[in-house]
């Protein structure tokens, strides 16, 4: 099945520590997404890649950093930086970026600090 | 900056009605117009995408329109169910990738 795959489902952070969420997608999919979902509010883009070894920030890149070493594979990491990372965590492909086609999303990584 | 507004930001009805979504957006360059559905602590599916050269799209008992000029679209659903109760949000992309509305919670009621 081709599709978008986070994971953990579930991730605890402890104060001062550093977490790193996984994306992955067998789609062929040039251009990946990270999305930030507080409850009640829609989703705020972090970084966004439209090819590897290239990324861009979003609305709200602080305290996140971003790495696109392969096509498939596009990991979010919560710095210790980020003050308040409580949140559902999104991951999403598309075909093209600047052709702004359809995206795809995966199931998403809730984040809760200890 | 683009700016997306979705009302109501909750809505219940009995089964069987017809319902409208509505959203609204600033600026009025946009690609397109994606129309998604969430269930709780679930990702995004994608239900409708309306290219900025397109008045509408259809699918099964989902009807989206766009108004570019007026920043302006609705999600029509015809025949509601209990199944169609979820969080619908709606993105419009421009030079920057996609900008979220915060969505509205539909309660289909059996």
């Known amino acids: 099945d081709g599709g978008i795959t986070q994971s953990p489902k579930y991730l605890f952070r402890k104060e001062g520590q550093n977490v790193t969420l996984s994306c992955e997608q067998n789609?062929?999919?040039?251009?990946m997404y990270w999305y930030r979902q507080d409850p009640g509010q829609g989703l705020r883009l972090i970084y966004y890649?439209?090819?590897?070894?290239?990324?861009q920030k979003g609305d709200i890149a602080e305290g996140y950093s971003v790495s696109r070493e392969k096509k498939e594979s596009f990991p979010l990491t919560v710095t210790s930086a980020q003050k308040n990372p409580t949140a559902f965590y999104l991951c999403?492909?598309?075909?093209?970026?600047?052709?702004?086609?359809?995206?795809?999303f995966g199931p998403g990584t809730r984040l809760l600090v200890l | 900056k683009q700016e997306v507004t979705q009302i109501p930001a909750a809505l219940s009805v009995p089964e069987g009605e017809n319902l409208v979504l509505n959203c609204s957006f600033t600026d009025s360059a946009i690609y397109n117009l994606q129309w998604f559905r969430q269930d709780p602590g679930k990702g995004l599916t994608s239900l409708l995408l309306i290219q900025s050269s397109q008045r509408e799209q259809t699918s099964g008992r989902l009807n989206a329109s766009l108004d570019k000029s007026s920043g302006r679209s609705t999600l029509y659903i015809a025949a509601s169910q209990p199944g169609d109760s979820a969080t619908y949000l709606c993105?419009?992309?421009?030079?920057?990738?996609?900008?979220f509305g915060k969505g509205t919670r539909l309660s289909v009621i059996a």
């Open positions: 890649s439209q090819i590897v070894n290239d990324f």
């Open positions: 789609l062929n999919h040039d251009a």
């Open positions: 999403a492909s598309s075909t093209d970026q600047e052709r702004q086609e359809t995206q795809y």
């Open positions: 993105a419009v992309s421009g030079n920057t990738p996609l900008v």
